[in-house]
């Protein structure tokens, strides 16, 4: 089975630099595929995430602050789960038929994140099992605190490498991290 990798700490800790760091070093030697949700800032002032396509770079909502109808709700953001869904289904659902056919194991799934807003789609959580379950190498971030049932299942994997990052110790980690993929 291929690395099944999983970043954790704090919220600003590093994680999602982390995620950008392994990405520069593994593209070019691997094949990528993923997404990342990058706060949306208006005036200095976070305002909601996007969803951005590693490859296509494309990106779509993923929460807004304001006044939107959206069933699902987080605190003070709409989440748009059937924007996140078609997202998952036209561009995550084919990669990964992509890289399971895949004869050269030269491939990276890249999830930043797995988070409660994200988790709101039932076929994302599908996703994760299955994708867990994979030959698929993975490398994804989750929230250190939050708790949810993919959460638990993610971590009760036995071959699951789990990374806790803090701004003293990314280096060490994206060190550990392209070791353990290019030794796979």
Same mark, same amino acid.
């Given at each position: 089975?291929?690395?099944?990798?999983?970043? #954790?700490?704090?919220? &600003?800790?590093?994680?999602? !630099?982390?995620?950008?760091?392994?990405?520069?070093?593994?593209?070019?030697?691997?094949?990528?595929?993923?997404?990342? *949700?990058?706060?949306?800032?208006?005036?200095?002032?976070? /305002?909601?995430?996007?969803? =951005?396509?590693?490859?296509?770079?494309?990106?779509?909502?993923?929460?807004?602050?304001?006044?939107?109808?959206?069933? $699902?709700?987080?605190?003070? $953001?709409?989440?748009?789960? @059937?924007k996140f869904n078609q997202y998952l289904n036209e !561009?995550?659902?084919?990669?990964? @038929?992509?890289? @399971?056919?895949?004869?050269?194991?030269? *491939?990276?799934?890249?999830?930043?994140?797995?988070?409660?807003?994200?988790? $709101?789609?039932?076929?994302? %959580? *599908?996703?994760?099992? #299955?994708?867990?379950?994979?030959?698929?190498?993975?490398?994804? #971030?989750?929230? %250190? &605190?939050?708790?949810?049932? +993919?959460? @638990?299942? +993610?971590?009760?994997?036995?071959?699951?490498?789990?990374?806790?990052?803090?701004?003293?110790? %990314?280096? =060490?980690?994206?060190?550990?991290?392209?070791? /353990?993929? &290019?030794? &796979?």
């Open positions: 089975m291929n690395a099944k990798i999983l970043i #954790t700490g704090p919220p &600003k800790s590093g994680k999602s !630099t982390l995620i950008q760091n392994l990405i520069k070093n593994l593209k070019g030697e691997f094949e990528l595929s993923g997404f990342l *949700t990058p706060e949306v800032r208006k005036n200095g002032k976070r /305002i909601g995430f996007d969803v =951005e396509d590693i490859n296509s770079n494309m990106k779509l909502p993923l929460a807004r602050k304001g006044a939107y109808s959206s069933q $699902y709700k987080l605190g003070s $953001y709409n989440v748009f789960i @059937d !561009t995550i659902r084919p990669a990964l @038929d992509k890289l @399971d056919l895949k004869e050269n194991k030269k *491939t990276i799934l890249i999830i930043d994140e797995i988070g409660k807003m994200e988790l $709101y789609s039932r076929l994302f %959580q *599908t996703m994760l099992k #299955t994708i867990f379950n994979s030959e698929i190498c993975i490398i994804a #971030t989750i929230g %250190q &605190k939050m708790k949810h049932p +993919i959460k @638990d299942f +993610i971590l009760n994997i036995p071959s699951i490498k789990l990374f806790k990052v803090s701004h003293n110790n %990314q280096e =060490e980690i994206l060190r550990d991290i392209v070791a /353990i993929v &290019k030794n &796979k």
